[in-house]
């Protein structure tokens, strides 16, 4: 039996995650394994309680670190209580945002030093990672507009354009630093373009993963 994998999606608001990860869904189940789709911050009860107080405006003025220390707490419960049962029961797990969201958001656009995010991270995760991380990119103002578009913003969302520019900076040095599993989609292109380029990364991991 192929191992089970772990793969997230990641980018700036606007970026067409949605679509993808329907389109990974779909790509995974075509080669006969069972996938957990899920979010984060989210994914459990706990989680998406914790996601209301993040996204939400009823604590604006929240502290950086109680933020960074919220998307951790709703991370260890979505570990515990989802990614890390679904793993040992051989299904894949496809993640809407995970760590790198934490890095890019919290360290990259709040300014939070990326040594006390990677604490946490092996803390909560101990050697747990994704196998495959896509990432959709786009100019940050095609984003935003195309954000803007589907509802009023969110806490994320009200950030100032130069926020979203650090975010944008900040993936795109991480999926630098990591293109083993990194892989970049220009998501500013037309949605059969941005398509073919996901169905093309994810296939190849399918390959390469049903291979062994
Ligand atoms: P989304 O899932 O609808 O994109 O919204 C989630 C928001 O939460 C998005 O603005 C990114 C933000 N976020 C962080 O700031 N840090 C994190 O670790 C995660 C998972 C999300």
């Given at each position: 039996m192929t191992i089970p994998r772990f793969?997230?999606?990641?980018?700036?608001?606007?970026a067409g995650k949605t679509s993808c990860m329907d389109?990974?869904?779909?790509?995974?189940r075509e080669r006969g394994h069972q996938v957990l789709v899920t979010r984060e911050p989210g994914g459990?009860?706990?989680?998406?309680?914790?996601?209301?107080?993040?996204?939400?405006h009823r604590h604006d003025g929240m502290a950086d670190d109680t933020e960074l220390l919220l998307m951790f707490a709703a991370r260890a419960e979505h570990l515990h209580a989802k990614i890390e049962p679904a793993l040992a029961g051989g299904s894949w797990v496809l993640c809407d945002?995970?760590?790198d969201a934490t890095y890019a958001y919290q360290g990259y656009g709040r300014g939070i030093d990326l040594q006390r995010i990677a604490t946490l991270e092996t803390w909560v995760q101990g050697k747990r990672r994704p196998d495959l991380t896509l990432l959709l990119d786009l100019p940050v103002e095609v984003g935003l507009e195309r954000a803007g578009r589907r509802s009023t913003p969110d806490r994320f969302e009200s950030q100032a354009l130069a926020f979203f520019e650090r975010v944008r900076r900040g993936y795109l040095g991480l999926a630098a630093a990591s293109p083993g599993r990194f892989r970049v989609v220009d998501a500013g292109q037309s949605l059969d373009k941005?398509?073919?380029?996901?169905t093309a990364a994810i296939d190849?991991?399918?390959?390469?993963?049903?291979?062994?």
């Open positions: 793969i997230t999606v990641e980018g700036i608001e606007g389109l990974l869904e779909r790509r995974i459990t009860p706990m989680g998406e309680d914790l996601r209301q107080l993040l996204l939400g945002r995970f760590t941005v398509s073919q380029q996901v190849a991991f399918l390959d390469q993963a049903d291979s062994r």
